[in-house]
């Protein structure tokens, strides 16, 4: 099945962690076949290109970073301790070879050794610094689909996810009806 994925968490982990839909609710897996995490790939991050998973298996470590780096993310939005099983997933897969920039004529071109091993090893390093004190502070859940987001935003007042569902707008209307009710 085709997926129209969304990339506005404002983050790589976080825009993984978000191929999950409705976390709070009927929890939907946006990533059930390699492809469809091809699919997802395509357009995460400008260093993946066009690689092309075709195991299960990698797909199922893909998927344990995943959840690794939601445990954490929200003990973290609940001020707990980040769960060390979760951690020591993430680092393992953080000091995996990364990719690694070179210039062909005056294109930026992006190797790894192990290409496959080397989106693992991205994402990871990405929640890591996420998961770092200072960009803690930037962490937000959306109180309307509790997607969680970084606020990239200069003044860091942003309350609801840009997801295409429109959440600061349905919350909008909501109270607009109980006003006028
Ligand atoms: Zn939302």
């Known amino acids: 099945m085709k997926r129209n ?14 191929t999950v839909a409705d976390r709070h609710g009927s929890t939907i897996e946006l ?32 998927i344990a970073l995943r ?13 707990n301790k980040l769960p060390g099983i979760s951690l020591d ?35 990871a390093a990405d929640a890591v610094m996420l998961l770092g004190e200072a ?3 930037k962490l937000r859940r959306c109180p309307e689909c509790q997607m969680i987001f970084k606020d990239n935003s200069r003044p860091q007042k942003r309350v ?9 707008n349905r919350a909008k209307v909501r109270r607009h009806r109980a006003n006028k009710g």
């Open 31 to 62: 990533l059930d076949t390699p492809n469809q995490l091809n699919q997802w790939l395509l357009r995460a991050d400008n260093r993946f290109g066009e690689i092309s998973i075709t195991s299960v298996d990698f797909l199922a470590e893909a």
């Open 67 to 79: 959840e690794a780096i939601y445990d954490c993310l929200n003990a973290a939005l609940s001020s």
């Open 5 to 18: 994925f969304e990339y506005t968490a404002g983050s790589l982990a976080l825009n993984f962690v978000d």
């Open 135 to 137: 960009s803690l502070m």
């Open 89 to 123: 997933l993430i680092n393992k897969f953080s000091s995996l070879p990364d990719f690694r920039p070179n210039i062909k004529a005056n294109r930026i071109m992006y190797t790894a050794p192990d290409a496959e091993a080397a989106i693992l090893s991205s994402i």
């Open 160 to 168: 609801w996810c840009s997801s295409s569902s429109g959440c600061g």
